[in-house]
């Protein structure tokens, strides 16, 4: 079954790790609502910076043009629905995603299930609109990233498991030297 995947939660969590490890599980394609505007800022002089300055700029930058038409959830209910008519060949599409409004409109109108991705020992970052409404969302799935590598691999087995997503086939490869 195919499944798409909003990934949330603060910077530094492990959000990219945990679906880093659900890729080492299964097959996913990963991308994020923010990578056009990082296109563009890039272009203005934004060096890919990750600073409290770097977030508030890319986090605005966004704002202008989803208020402008709305060209970030367009491009991924682009993508959104190439996955669902089987052009993207992947078990899971996992899309980075902040904003509540179009979070809910992923969830209505493709079915998305929302993953919040959290860390003790992360503070939560709240100096732009997007950092800050992080916690404003209704998940349907909250993923705990407070120990090792392998206890985040654990739970990604077990995300798969509970959400009835294909795993790999196991094959196995015999050389002949002739």
């Not at 002089?45 to 300055?53: A, C, L, P, S, Y």
Request: glycine letters at 6%.
């Amino acid at each position: 079954m195919k499944q798409i995947l909003i990934i949330n939660g603060s910077g530094g969590v492990g959000k990219d790790t945990f679906v880093d490890l659900l890729a080492t599980l299964t097959t996913v394609y990963h991308t994020s609502i923010v990578n056009p505007v990082k296109e563009l800022a890039s272009r203005v002089g934004w060096n890919g910076g990750k600073t409290e300055r770097d977030r508030k700029f890319l986090s605005d930058m966004k704002v202008l043009i989803d208020e402008y038409n709305d060209g970030n959830y367009q491009k991924m209910a682009k993508i959104m629905n190439d996955f669902k008519n089987g052009k993207i060949d992947a078990k899971l599409l996992c899309i980075d995603m902040r904003e509540k409004h179009q979070i809910e409109k992923a969830k209505k109108e493709f079915g998305a299930k929302a993953v919040l991705v959290t860390r003790d020992s992360v503070e939560h970052i709240t100096s732009n609109i997007a950092d800050a409404g992080v916690f404003d969302i209704e998940y349907d799935y909250h993923i705990e990233n407070n120990g090792t590598l392998d206890d985040l691999l654990e739970k990604a087995k077990q995300f798969l498991s509970k959400t009835n997503i294909p795993k790999y086939k196991k094959v196995v490869y015999i050389s002949h030297p002739f």
